[in-house]
């Protein structure tokens, strides 16, 4: 079986994941998982990705907007050390049976990690999503028996995939030469952490990168802190992903309009993550910033003025996601095609 390759950006807040042709993005929610009684023929929710069921190792979960709409007990980890528990597999696995189709299909994965766990979680974490994986996913009428096989491997710090999503091409070569050559600061907006990382030539360099905390859930956290204190009503993070894109809540059939509120909350989150910036790099020794990241058009705004030479990326929820995918045509070119060295280094190296 020919394996596919796949990008697949697991945030503590959405997954992003691409083949290159399809592309999901859902919530980083899971919970339990039931066999539903009745399945509405008028529901306008019909697509595979927004009802996300799968049974692994004997459990069956709800990932995704299905969890949030269906499931009792939901949850969205921001535990910083997620990567050696048991979520961030099934999400991927969830993310994978997207692409699977029939009983079996076999991938080669490019994901990636925050800079402050890069170091101490990758090699577990290969190890954690390589092999062959046994699920069940949810049918109209019966559960589905799928094999989903990783065969190889590469996990990078995260950010690194918009540079490769910017530099190469839909097969992995690189096209952007002068991008490729450049000194990059790339700020990637998460839900739970921001990463700053600068790269040189495609050089990761590691002393000049770090990961901070300041990032949407600072500002998700300031507005549900007002929800409460205001109405009474306490919110779970994934309930307040609405709340947020919105700018409104509804409590007792009433709109309340929370614009100007949410809006205090980000601007004062950019505010601190334009601090960590110039605190990390002088922003006029890059050549260009990019901003990157599910929370970088939030923050754009205010972000943009403040760096002088910054751009946001285009599609900057999904540019992780694309340049894992675009590595991993590089990396795992088939046997027989052009020698990948003399497309020159795409893979980053940390440097003191």
């Given at each position: 079986?020919?394996?596919?390759?796949?990008?697949?950006?697991?945030?503590?807040g959405?997954?992003?994941?691409?083949?290159?042709?399809?592309?999901?993005?859902?919530?980083?929610?899971i919970?339990?998982?039931?066999?539903?009684?009745?399945?509405?023929?008028?529901a306008?929710?019909?697509?595979?990705?927004?009802?996300?069921?799968?049974?692994?190792?004997?459990?069956?979960?709800?990932?995704?907007?299905?969890?949030?709409?269906?499931?009792?007990?939901?949850?969205r980890?921001?535990?910083?050390?997620?990567?050696?528990?048991?979520?961030?597999?099934?999400?991927?696995?969830?993310?994978?049976?997207?692409?699977?189709?029939?009983?079996?299909?076999?991938?080669?994965?490019?994901?990636?990690?925050?800079?402050?766990?890069?170091?101490?979680?990758?090699d577990?974490?290969?190890?954690?999503?390589k092999?062959?994986?046994?699920?069940?996913?949810?049918?109209?009428?019966?559960?589905?028996e799928?094999?989903?096989?990783?065969?190889?491997?590469?996990?990078?710090?995260?950010?690194?995939?918009?540079?490769?999503?910017r530099?190469?091409?839909?097969?992995?070569?690189?096209?952007?030469?002068?991008?490729?050559?450049?000194?990059?600061?790339?700020?990637?907006?998460?839900?739970?952490?921001?990463?700053?990382?600068?790269?040189d030539?495609?050089?990761?360099?590691?002393?000049?990168?770090m990961?901070?905390?300041?990032?949407?859930?600072?500002?998700?956290?300031?507005?549900?802190e007002?929800?409460?204190?205001?109405f009474?009503?306490?919110?779970?993070?994934?309930?307040?992903?609405?709340?947020?894109s919105?700018?409104?809540?509804?409590?007792?059939?009433a709109?309340?309009?929370?614009?100007d509120?949410c809006?205090?909350?980000?601007?004062?989150?950019?505010?601190?993550?334009?601090?960590?910036?110039?605190?990390?790099?002088?922003?006029r020794?890059?050549?260009?910033?990019?901003?990157?990241?599910?929370?970088?058009?939030?923050?754009?705004?205010?972000?943009?003025?403040?760096?002088?030479?910054?751009?946001?990326?285009?599609?900057?929820?999904?540019?992780n996601?694309?340049?894992?995918?675009?590595?991993?045509?590089?990396?795992?070119?088939?046997a027989?095609?052009e020698?990948?060295?003399?497309?020159?280094?795409?893979?980053a190296?940390?440097?003191?």
């Open positions: 079986m020919v394996s596919k390759n796949v990008g697949v950006d697991v945030g503590y959405f997954v992003k994941v691409t083949d290159g042709d399809k592309e999901f993005v859902f919530p980083s929610v919970g339990a998982g039931f066999r539903p009684a009745y399945r509405s023929d008028l306008n929710r019909s697509s595979l990705v927004d009802n996300l069921a799968l049974t692994v190792d004997g459990r069956r979960y709800f990932v995704g907007s299905l969890a949030v709409r269906q499931s009792e007990v939901a949850s980890s921001l535990d910083p050390e997620r990567e050696a528990g048991p979520g961030v597999r099934l999400l991927t696995l969830a993310a994978l049976a997207l692409y699977t189709p029939f009983d079996s299909q076999t991938f080669n994965v490019v994901t990636g990690l925050p800079t402050w766990g890069f170091a101490r979680h990758r577990a974490w290969t190890r954690l999503l092999g062959t994986h046994k699920v069940k996913v949810l049918g109209p009428r019966e559960d589905k799928k094999s989903i096989t990783i065969d190889q491997v590469r996990v990078v710090p995260q950010p690194l995939g918009t540079l490769y999503h530099a190469m091409n839909s097969v992995g070569r690189v096209e952007q030469k002068d991008l490729a050559q450049s000194r990059v600061g790339l700020v990637d907006v998460g839900f739970l952490t921001t990463d700053l990382v600068m790269v030539g495609m050089e990761f360099i590691e002393r000049r990168s990961s901070t905390t300041t990032a949407l859930w600072t500002a998700w956290s300031m507005v549900a007002a929800v409460r204190h205001e009474g009503v306490v919110l779970a993070n994934y309930e307040l992903d609405r709340v947020m919105e700018g409104r809540i509804r409590i007792r059939s709109v309340h309009d929370l614009g509120l809006r205090e909350a980000l601007s004062w989150v950019a505010a601190k993550v334009v601090d960590e910036v110039v605190s990390l790099w002088d922003v020794t890059l050549d260009t910033v990019l901003l990157t990241g599910g929370g970088a058009k939030a923050l754009a705004e205010w972000l943009l003025p403040a760096l002088g030479n910054a751009q946001l990326v285009d599609d900057a929820q999904l540019a996601a694309r340049g894992y995918r675009k590595l991993a045509a590089y990396c795992f070119r088939a027989g095609e020698n990948r060295e003399a497309e020159g280094p795409v893979t190296t940390a440097a003191g």
